[in-house]
């Protein structure tokens, strides 16, 4: 279902009473040969708990700079990023982030790059293993906890990743197209993959890609950003049923969704 912006300013489909994670009014400028260059302007969106939305749009749009700032990596020039309804400051435990390069630690084991959050946070050793264990388990990496990053295939390692943002006990997790880097077979076990952690921990995702066959396939909610500068303009519901199995990806639905997405993506481009 198609929904178009007819007032931008205003959130497309108005939050839950109190959203799990709430972007009013975001925008953002860089200097750029001493002239300000506006990326983003007055970007609102919504996630609900256990929602997962993906956000599409052209190269350059914005989406990086958007999903740094909800992280709290960037400050934003104007605007507020909500969880739970309170603004946050800036980073925090609360978004857990997985970027598209590799981001291990290449020096330490699996299981250590996973429990490096938790290090930080002085756990006990105990608790730190179990919790380690089990979320090792969860990516179905236990049998590579000893092993180094440069062991692992690209797939395994964006798993880890995955591991090690979700050890925090995050109340939205952040993606910024983590499977990018990924080859065509290998992305599409990963979305399984995806889909399957999703139900098991019902985390709310925010994940933005460049891939419209994934955010279709994966989320119930797709935002379309515009660039020059960077908005929201479509929001695009995934009337899809929640159980997906790739063979979806060929069901006539899935592919009307598409060329709803690439109309949208051509309209703004
Ligand atoms: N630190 C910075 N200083 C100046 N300009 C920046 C900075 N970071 C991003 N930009 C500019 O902001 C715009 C948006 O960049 P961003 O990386 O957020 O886009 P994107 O939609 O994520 O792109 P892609 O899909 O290619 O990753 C680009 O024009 C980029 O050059």
Known sequence: MLLNATDI????????????LQVQGITKSFRRSRKPLTVL???????????????????GCGKSTLLNIIAGLLPPCEGQVLVDGEPVPGPGADRGMVFQSYT?????????????????????????????????NIVGLSAFASAYPKELSGGMKQRVAIARALINGPEVLLMDEPFGALDAQTKEKMQQFMLELWEKTRTSILMITHDLE?????????YV????????QQEIKIDLPPER????????????TKRELIESLRAVA
Not at 47 to 56: G, R
Not at 214 to 222: F, K
Not at 225 to 232: E, K, L, V, Y
Request: glycine content about 4%; hydrophobic content about 45%.
């Open 245 to 256: 199995e790739l063979d979806l990806k060929l069901s006539p639905k899935f592919i009307q």
């Open 214 to 222: 994934e955010a279709i396939y994966l989320a119930q909610r797709v």
């Open 104 to 136: 291990l630690y290449p020096w330490l084991t699996v299981a250590n790059n996973v429990a490096f959050g938790l290090k930080l946070r002085r756990l006990p050793k105990a608790q730190m293993r179990e919790r380690v264990g089990y979320f090792l």
């Open 41 to 59: 302007d007055d970007v609102n969106l919504h996630l609900s708990k256990s929602e997962f939305v993906c956000i599409a749009g052209a190269s």
């Open 9 to 20: 300013s205003r959130p497309l489909t108005p939050p839950t009473p109190i959203a799990k």
């Open 225 to 232: 950003m515009s660039a020059h500068p960077g908005r929201i």
